[in-house]
């Protein structure tokens, strides 16, 4: 049986799979790292499938149509988003016009919304809600015993001389009754079924850098804070803590975190070295690797007993101890991407960030002091942001002085609380889930309250950014690092040529 899994076409470096999805200013885009780890748990059921990214390869619907034709899929799995749901149907759309192909969707967006997904079009067939590995793994075994099952009756009912009128499509036989973590239509009605448990077993899911090796081009990849090629993976899913915004946690991978065995990390870090002699970096892309401070130090001492050389970088909270940051420096980690957010304490509190404004300071002169790079992420336009918290944070991020910084506007999504206090609010400025991107495809804020409009949100990132990158001292500093490191050299002047339209024009040029 053929599965086709496919990261449709969009804009041009359309970043689908990033917890904010869009263009970015930064040219960053993200591995298909979901749709990557389910193939490889149906390649290890030995099905015949194909990844295919097309954002990252640049391929275009008409390319897709072609692809699809040629391979014939009997499932077809199409990855969304909340601000590409509209062209992603219209993709689902356009490869049932020309295969008879079982359409599922799966992503942050119908995990938040499936029945209105599944209105969305008769194409769909179904939704995969929540962590779909395992879900679409009993799909398509589902679709394929229904297709041997109808092709039974055809041979049975033409032997008797009938006409079976219902077996047109034997793949729509499938009883999907019992598949776990599925939404689906049948017989022009809509059924949910019971959710799939998170997966606790994350040892049994193949290495996702195996798939990246036999589908994907990693050089395609790039994230503006990581050296390039970068390979992403995860060593865990889930994150213990609740902040109102972060989309993965709410819709997918909820807030247990999950662990793979530190082994099972460390043997795949060994493996992306030995396959991928160009890797110049790996990120691990778990939502906070720092909270458990007992597994980073068992982590970064695994590394270090097997002799491992490597540069790894990760998501971390503000709170990582110096002894946590001196750790896992010395193991190889290279650069954390962290969330400072605000500089108003209430602020962070009204996120439920769990954090303190203090050590924020505390976290960035300890990370300097260990050696580690440090990207810095501020979200503005929260509950209780002001013009006037809006230049403090701006005054924190350059007081901080971190290797790079991102100033974004809030984005809420369906299925966070984030989204929900701006639609009880009647904040939402437009219920078109386009209208989350400008017109090039970039970020844009739909949540417009009293005393701070979307546009001023989106206008005060951009000069944020300006601001911050402009300074005389930022400039000599990314200079002098350049020239003593050609390494940080390559990744800041791609990076650089990349922002820096973007730095001078802002996000709504003339």
Known sequence: MRILMLNPPYFKKFSRSQRSPAVTKSGCIYYPMWLAYATGVLEQAGYDVKLVDAPG???????????????????????????????????????KDKLDTFICLVGTHVSALPEESLLLSDSINAVAVREY?????????????????????????????????????????????????????????????EKRPLIDNLDGIPFVSEVYKRHLKIENYFYGGNLHPVVTIVSGRGCPNRCIYCLYPQTMTGHKYRYRSIKKVVDELEYIKDQFPQMREVFLEDDTLTVNKDRCLEFSDEILSR???????????????????????????????????????????????????????????????????????????????????LEKTLAMAKELDPDSAQFFPIMVYPGTKAYEWAFENRYLTTNDYREWLTKDGLHNCVVSRPGLTERELVEFCDHARASFYFRPKYI??????????????????????????YLVRGSFPD
Not at 162 to 182: C, E, M, Q, R, Y
Not at 373 to 389: A, D, R
Request: a positive charge; proline letters at 2%.
């Open 57 to 95: 390869d640049g391929y275009n619907l008409e390319y897709i149509l072609s692809l699809a034709e040629e391979f014939q899929p009997e499932l077809t799995v199409i990855d969304t988003s909340t601000p590409s749901i509209n062209n992603d149907v219209q993709v689902a759309e356009a490869i």
């Open 133 to 193: 590995d395992y879900t679409i793994l009993e799909l398509a075994r589902r679709i394929e015993h229904g297709k041997k099952d109808g092709l039974e009756k055809r041979r049975n009912d033409n032997h008797k001389g009938a006409i079976s009128k219902d077996i047109k499509n034997p793949v729509g036989n499938a009883d999907l009754s019992g598949v776990k973590g599925l939404s689906y239509r049948q017989n022009g009605k809509i059924f949910h079924n």
């Open 307 to 389: 002799g491992l050389k490597i540069t790894w970088s990760t998501n971390s909270r503000a709170d990582a101890d110096f002894e946590t940051l001196k750790a896992i420096k010395k193991a190889g980690c290279r650069y954390l991407c962290v969330g400072f957010e605000s500089a108003e304490q209430s602020i962070l509190d009204n996120m439920m960030k769990n954090l303190k404004v203090e050590q924020v300071y505390e976290f960035v002169i300890n990370a300097k002091k260990a050696g580690l790079l440090v990207h810095g992420c501020f979200l503005v336009g929260n509950p209780g942001e002001t013009k006037e918290t």
């Open 476 to 501: 000599i500093r990314k200079a002098v690092q350049s020239l003593l490191d050609f390494k940080e050299a390559k990744r800041n002047i791609k990076a650089g040529l990349t922002s820096f339209k």
